[in-house]
């Protein structure tokens, strides 16, 4: 078990014991701890310059602490090599990237792109506007009854026009952890790329990209106890040095003349204008707070958290829990009989409770529950089980006021 206590104390935000404050959005964004916070302090405040360019030493430094970062990602996703580790906005832009990048140039008429009932808004959209732009036809891998992927249709939607299948590797509603390194290896055998949304999985998993071997893998910084505004996407070199760069400007190119550009070297290609650097600074200061604690420690953290939280809102004749997927992360959806989502996350926080509810920018698994929004708690390092049991108090309170 984690020392929540401990863990708690290196986040400010949980500093005031004089209100209460329960965490449980962490699926939403998570909270910082101060390491994170000084390290971007500590750039602005003592040598905030430019990257790649600058010729005095606090430009060095900060183009070295950056370029540090694109390492310490590379150890913690045991990535193969670093060129391959691009710095983006998040995974919104990460799977934007790949699908204008990629996309536009490799999609024709007769091609599909799948997809999943299960994917956040960021996997839906930009494969809608890519594939109407190439008129290429998107797909969908459905949903079964306990929140996970139903395997046999999918199976069956793996065809010879597929050309790209992307997919989240945790969902952020229902938690599932699907099972990507079956579908990266079946996509494989069939020449079929695979682009894994990894926002939910990397702060809560070892994730071994070595092993897993899929063509892109994107994640977001702010998910996992880093700052936003930066994000990840690793991709395979060969495909990366194929593509069209994403945005123009500077640091992208190699030679500009007044007619046409040859482009910069892979990762920079995909990083035009000054870069986030503070955010990718400060990314590395939460890579290296999550290595130091371990993720297979967080992992087994939030599956006791994740446990007992079932088996105490089980218990609760009034709640409707949805979907019951054999492996999970830390994240629970349900309803109230007879009091909308709103309403709870509302009263809950008049206790310092913080949950979401919503649709989760997951409008298709909204349609398939046949529900307009659920709540959804998601937990972290800082949450312990008396978090859940404050929470359940909350549940059984608003359920007495507004019954
Ligand atoms: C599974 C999943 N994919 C993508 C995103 C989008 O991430 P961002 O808003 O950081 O770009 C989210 C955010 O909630 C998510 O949960």
Redesign the pocket.
């Known amino acids: 078990m984690l020392d929540v206590e401990k863990i708690r104390n290196d986040f400010p935000i949980f500093n005031d014991l004089n209100k209460p404050f329960i965490y449980l959005d962490s699926?939403?964004?998570s909270q910082k701890p101060l390491e994170v916070i000084d390290t971007i302090s500590s750039y602005y405040n003592s040598y905030a310059a430019n990257v790649h360019r600058a010729l005095y030493s606090i430009g060095e430094k900060a183009t070295d602490e950056y370029e540090n970062v694109r390492l310490l990602v590379k150890k913690m996703l045991n990535v193969p090599d670093s060129h391959s580790v691009i710095f983006t906005?998040?995974?919104?832009?990460?799977?934007n990237l790949i699908a204008y990048s990629w996309g536009l140039k490799n999609l024709k008429k007769a091609d599909n792109v799948l997809i999943t009932e299960m994917?956040?808004?960021?996997?839906i959209i930009p494969w809608q506007l890519i594939t109407k732009k190439t008129n290429s036809s998107l797909n969908y891998i459905p949903l079964s009854n306990n929140g996970t992927l139903n395997t046999e249709s999918m199976n069956e939607q793996l065809l010879s026009s597929t050309k790209i299948i992307s997919i989240?590797?945790?969902?952020?509603v229902f938690g599932t952890i699907n099972p990507i390194k079956n579908i990266i290896d079946k996509a494989k055998s069939m020449d079929i790329l695979t682009l894994i949304?990894?926002?939910?999985a990397v702060p809560h998993l070892k994730v071994n990209l070595a092993e897993l071997d899929s063509d892109f893998y994107?994640?977001?910084?702010?998910?996992m106890l880093g700052p936003?505004g930066v994000?990840v996407l690793i991709g395979r070199n060969e495909l990366l040095e194929e593509m069209e760069p994403f945005l123009g400007g500077g640091e992208m190119i190699n030679k500009v003349n007044m007619h046409e550009s040859t482009w910069n070297e892979i990762p920079w290609k995909f990083e035009a204008g000054t870069p986030k650097v503070a955010q990718v600074i400060g990314l590395g200061a939460a890579i290296k707070y999550l290595m130091n604690i371990g993720l297979e420690n967080i992992h087994n953290h939030e599956q006791g958290l994740l446990q007992y939280a079932l088996d105490i809102l089980e218990q609760n004749e009034n709640i409707i829990l949805y979907g019951n997927p054999p492996e999970r992360g830390a994240v629970i959806p349900f309803n109230l009989k007879n009091i909308h989502a709103h309403d709870l996350a509302k009263f809950l926080d008049l206790d310092g409770i913080c949950i979401r509810a919503g649709h989760?920018?997951?409008q298709p698994i909204m349609d398939y529950l046949n529900v307009s929004s659920t709540a959804r708690i998601s937990m972290n390092i800082y949450n312990d089980e008396n978090d859940i049991d404050i929470l359940a108090a909350g549940i059984k309170k608003t359920i007495s006021t507004l019954n």
């Not at 906005?89 to 799977?95: D, H, N």
């Not at 989240?168 to 952020?172: A, G, I, L, R, T």
């Not at 949304?197 to 939910?200: H, I, L, R």
């Not at 994107?218 to 998910?223: A, C, T």
């Open positions: 699926a939403s964004t906005s998040g995974t919104t832009e990460s799977i994917e956040h808004h960021s996997n989240s590797h945790q969902s952020n949304d990894g926002a939910q994107v994640f977001s910084g702010h998910k936003t994000g989760h920018c997951a």
